[in-house]
């Protein structure tokens, strides 16, 4: 097959979305071979299942529901043969109205000041994505145009620097803080929550909370406790993972502060046509499909445990940091979704950085060094060439070294294996509409991945231990500094490293930790 026809075989479009994949170490036999996996796999039955409700994720007894967060209005997606599409919307109607009303001035502040800044506090999945989304809009000009005179901001690490640099330049007066919490447990994000509702009270007093304060979780018992009021806050439900919460009231909320509803309404417009294809399209013309079954392909069968994302956009700076916590956390897995031990590896070691960027940085490694997997992520509009890929592809022979001339000693520097695998997304432009369906193809793939490998994306034991660590750490370091309690119950690393930090910090204690 020439290199042509071999490209046009292994090209694939959606609604826009170009799909490449001829730059895989694969052929048409291998994806036959793919999708004979996928069928032993039982992945179409499994996709139905997370398109019907179905708790697929059995360890937490929960339904996957994301696809219900941006579904039409007058659509029908059960749960326990309960229709959740009308919650969805009522929520989505309550974030554009209060939105609308911050946004013209119809709700002030305490002192009757416009709410032109929010800052949204969240860690984890009630955080990378509302900042990828952000950070994509941010430059899109029907965008600007709608944020013109707002800010909106991220506050995340337990660390006071970046309490620091959030509130820098803000006055509380005309600032509204978003706390997001799917438990509203999470020990940073309460820290900061209760730290930046005292620089609110300490400006204006406690009765500005109700004004300056609003939530977003699924735990609104806990929220009211914290001194939120029910009014103030956006629910949403345990059948949405913290990592696929971007397009319920985690995301929406506070991007539509900034952009106003209508944008991001095109946002959820985008995902969900993704979300039609991803149920309806054939594997063969399925991108989710096509891109989970190849990743597969390269963790299982050719063994590249990592994959590098590449989007050719600075506006998409903070995507890969958004999908290493979706691909990562879903994925990253030990044992079969029935408890079974793998035999073999699941999860890609993700990470990625905008091109042209990275070529000055790690893409020498990729060249000559380790084989990694590439995505390179293009936008037409931007006009950003896609040309490394054949560098990877083709590579570079000693034979054409030499009729450059180049000197011997130097011919095994310069010469390039070739045949590492990329394959190259072309989205059409970047707007909010464009920015939902790259969302949704990549949320989708790593669904593919996981079903294909028999494990439950779904849920993040790992995770959960060491945040019932970490309490743990917290309770002992406050037990020793407030009441003088030993250190008791670690392993000795662990002890050690617990008194050398009580020690050396006894004079700089925080009054809360
Ligand atoms: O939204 P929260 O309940 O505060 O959780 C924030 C994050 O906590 C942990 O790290 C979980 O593993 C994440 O999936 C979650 O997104």
Redesign the pocket.
Known sequence: MSDTERCKSMMVEFDGILLDYSRQIANLDTLNKLYNLAEAAHLKEKINRMFNGERINSTENRPVLHIALRAPRDSVINSDGKNVVPDVWQVLDKIRDFSERVRSGAWVGDTGKVLKDVIAI?????FLGPLFVHTSLQTDPEAIEFARGRQLRFLANVDPIDVARNIAGLNPETTLVVV????F??AE?MLNARTLREWISAALGPQAVAKHMVAVSTNLTLVEKFGIDPNNAFAFWDWVG??YSVCSAVGVLPLSLQYGFSVVEKFLKGASSIDQHFYSAPFEKNLPVLLGLLSVWNVSFLGYPARAILPYSQALEKFAPHIQQVSM?SNGKGVSIDGVPLPYETGEIDFGEPGTNGQHSFYQLIHQGRVIPCDFIGTVKSQQPVYLKDALAYGKTAEQLLKENVPHPLIPHKTFSGNRPSLSLLLPSLNAYNIGQLLAIYEHRIAVEGFVWGINSFD?WG?ELG?SLATQVRKQLHASRKKGEPVEGFNFSTTTMLKRYLEESADDVPKED
């Open positions: 969240g860690i984890g999945g009630s997001v919490s799917k438990t447990t999470t994000t913290g990592r956390e993040q995770v945040k």
